[in-house]
DNA sequence: TTTGTTTTGTTAAACGTTTGACAATTTAAA
DNA sequence: TTTAAATTGTCAAACGTTTAACAAAACAAA
């Protein structure tokens, strides 16, 4: 692969002239310009990223830690991350951290390794020390990992609000929560508290099923399964979307109608799910607003790593209404 | 950030002797290696890879080059493909194309200024003489794009045959295939190819359906109804299954009963497909041994880059059956 | 012609590592 | 004790770039 001092042997420059060519500086005549220009072309010549990183430019690579990219919501998030990014002038260095705590602690030590610019992350196995000494800019998504890290979550509480709030203008009155695991440290929780809220003040119980994340499909089905053919309960929130689409499998297999028998309401609003299961009500996270303000504020941290930042950034959701709960 | 002579200093060893232990060479007592290592953990030193690979160490970056990740069936494969990389110690630069031949070529620079180990492509808007100059070993999923390059893809024509044998077998007289536009160089095509094929040695006509990939689901919606509301049809091959699932939508909001009135066959068969939409029967691509393929001939590529490989690979798909062609 | 300005070249150090050559020290075996 | 082997150190060059300091040309204007 051809190096600066090709190009410079090739345009019968020195190579410092190459580099003032490259790095725009200096004074140049528009010849020498041309001429070096030319050569590159040439030579199909890239500059060796490596070599500048190392004398001390930045690497323009973000890391992306998070559970992984097959699920909608984070495939879409990934999406549109890499979209803005690109834009600015950055790649990305994917990294599918799972359920696994070893993985993502790996991932942490390459992205220092590789000296990225910066990391956001919204998978979190690890507990906060680790995230603490890793001393680059990093931003989270929907976790709290330290006092210096900002968050960047939707408005989860007010989304739990919402959903208690559409079931019950429905007309449901025997209520389901179907929630991941709790987990510590994630604002995501705050979706039940929203929900429950609601239903406290108007002195409304309701039941609760948590299944964990890492549950396949198959067993998140069974549990539905055994939940919907107890027949006491009208009216469904989910905390995810696809939750939302195996109780509807569930429901049409077992003869419960959506809506007539059940109400149903999910949460995240990807494109997806609003292009192949309109029908279906649900609360949708403001995805791209998410990423530019995560970008924007890991841009600003890139910039100027002392500047003050907050801990928490809440962007609104919104509902989008389906037959579901109708 | 820690550097190797912060570890020499700390270990109270020479540098190069800290060198000796990260690459384990030379000879080295036990009481040496303890202390570096224990120096290395106190500072959390992470080896600088620039460096290293500016010495001339691999990177142990390859570059993914696809449409999109929002996609179940390319969210799929970058998380195979992501997990597998991962347990060979290598990270991926994830690089969304699009459409976009302007974006697919400025990653390809990117790629090559970032010295990246190898390169797997699945996003074509570029022509062949493009990738040939990159001078990088190169994979490429399901499409043509040079002598030196291998492709790999599933059994695409014999897809289309069990397409259309299902649909002929669960008694469709009118057949209609559904597909995006065809490319040129792309063995998907075979898939219509094989479509036609059956039906030709029955002396069968079908009818053909372009939309173009870049196409919004709310246009395919719309021109499928279109198709529907003729009601001349009462089998339908799409070459995806989100494209199916369009088609079940548009189905049901006309009335149109699957598989009563329509049978519907698809293209892809996802692990979303299968959990979330089982009732769909499909043409299943064994991502994970494309996957598995890929990264093997890419690994070799890399170990030796004047390795013979074969042009293409073809690995065989799976008849998954579904209600919607009883 | 002189003067000043613009353009280009030369040289060298630096980024953090790897690696080879060679010398010095320590340890073990004879 | 001598000898050999194992361990560690010193030194320097290299990877491909950036950047600063300074010198040398080329060019234009007075």
Known sequence: MATLDDIAKMAGVS????SRVINNYGSLSEKTKTKVFAAMKELNYQPNSLARSLKGKK????????PGVSNPFFGQMVQEIEDQL??????????????DANKERAYLRMLMANRVDGIIA????LNIEEYQK????????????????????????HGGQLAAQSLLAAGSKNLQIITGANRPNSPTNNRLVGFKEVLDQQSLDFKLLEIPFSSSPNIKGLKIRELLLKKTIDGIFCTDDLTALLVMQQARELGIRIPEDLKLIGYDGTDFIQNY????????????????????????????????????????VKLITGVTTI
Chains 1, 2 share one sequence.
């Open 15 to 18: 190579p410092t002239t190459v």
């Open 134 to 157: 890793v001393g680059l800019p990093i931003i989270s998504f929907d976790r709290y990992l330290s006092e210096t890290i900002p968050i960047v979550s939707s408005d989860n509480y």
């Open 122 to 125: 919204g998978a979190h196995n």
């Open 86 to 99: 690109f834009k600015k002038g950055f790649r990305i260095i994917l990294c599918n951290a799972g359920n």
């Open 277 to 316: 299961h309109p029908e279906l009500t649900t609360i949708k996270q403001p995805i791209v607003d998410i990423v530019t303000m995560m970008i924007d504020l890991l841009l600003r941290r890139i910039d100027d790593s002392e500047c003050e930042l907050e801990s928490t950034y809440t962007l609104p």
């Open 59 to 66: 690497t323009q690579l973000i890391g992306i830690i998070l």
